[in-house]
T-cell receptor, first 113, second 112 residues
Framework: GENVEQHPSTLSVQEGDSAVIKCTYSDSASNYFPWYKQELGKGPQLIIDIRSNVGEKKDQRIAVTLNKTAKHFSLHITETQPEDSAVYFCAASKGDNFNKFYFGSGTKLNVKP | DAGVIQSPRHEVTEMGQEVTLRCKPISGHNSLFWYRQTMMRGLELLIYFNNNVPIDDSGMPEDRFSAKMPNASFSTLKIQPSEPRDSAVYFC??????????FGQGTRLTVV
């Protein structure tokens, strides 16, 4: 099966700084890589995703990069705000169902005002 | 739409009892997923359905776990008998084929 590793497990940044979270995957057949944000007491919510046919995608302050050769992808958040504080999960999927995810272990991001 | 609705939000039960978790997917969605979240193992897929048919249940931990989807608007995850190690947050998610998967708010299960 697929193995997704995520680093760091915790990340603390000052408001306005950038945050970067990195993930690696093991199965070269994986072709869809979403990022989910989970706030306390809530379910994960999709914030951005990328498919294997592109190398980078940006949505306002959030960007994701994908290196298929190295099998790693990263989440970049610029100009962080206190409301960005949450747990972020990367995931990978392939083949039979797009949304059959293998999740990373999560990164707890703390943005200090 | 109100999103994916799970019930109950919290469940505390004694070891050995039967537990039933419920999920109402978003109307029109044809894929439904059950995930379990624990500190030790993170988020892991238990089972998923396409058009009410179970496709992959390889993540179901053991025979004590069973899931059904009798129609497009309802699914259950049952644990019988429950054990303390089943304590976790159980999430249901739904999607329309290969579009965004929406998660419910989860059911926090505590088995004492």
């Amino acid at each position: 099966g697929e193995n997704v590793e995520q680093h760091p497990s915790t990340l603390s940044v000052q408001e306005g700084d950038s945050a970067v979270i990195k993930c690696t995957y093991s199965d070269s057949a994986s072709n869809y890589f979403p990022w989910y944000k989970q706030e306390l007491g809530k379910g994960p919510q999709l914030i951005i995703d990328i498919r294997s046919n592109v190398g980078e995608k940006k949505d306002q302050r959030i960007a994701v990069t994908l290196n298929k050769t190295a099998k790693h992808f990263s989440l970049h958040i610029t100009e962080t705000q206190p409301e960005d504080s949450a747990v972020y999960f990367c995931a990978a999927s392939k083949g039979d169902n797009f949304n059959k995810f293998y999740f990373g272990s999560g990164t707890k991001l703390n943005v200090k005002p | 739409d109100a999103g994916v609705i799970q019930s109950p939000r919290h469940e505390v039960t004694e070891m050995g009892q039967e537990v039933t978790l419920r999920c109402k997917p978003i109307s029109g969605h044809n894929s439904l997923f059950w995930y379990r979240q624990t500190m030790m193992r993170g988020l892991e897929l238990l089972i998923y359905f396409n058009n009410n048919v179970p496709i992959d249940d390889s993540g179901m931990p053991e025979d004590r776990f069973s899931a059904k989807m009798p129609n497009a608007s309802f699914s259950t995850l049952k644990i019988q008998p429950s054990e303390p190690r089943d304590s976790a947050v159980y999430f249901c998610a739904s999607s329309l084929w290969e579009t965004e998967a929406f998660f419910g708010q989860g059911t926090r299960l505590t088995v004492v």
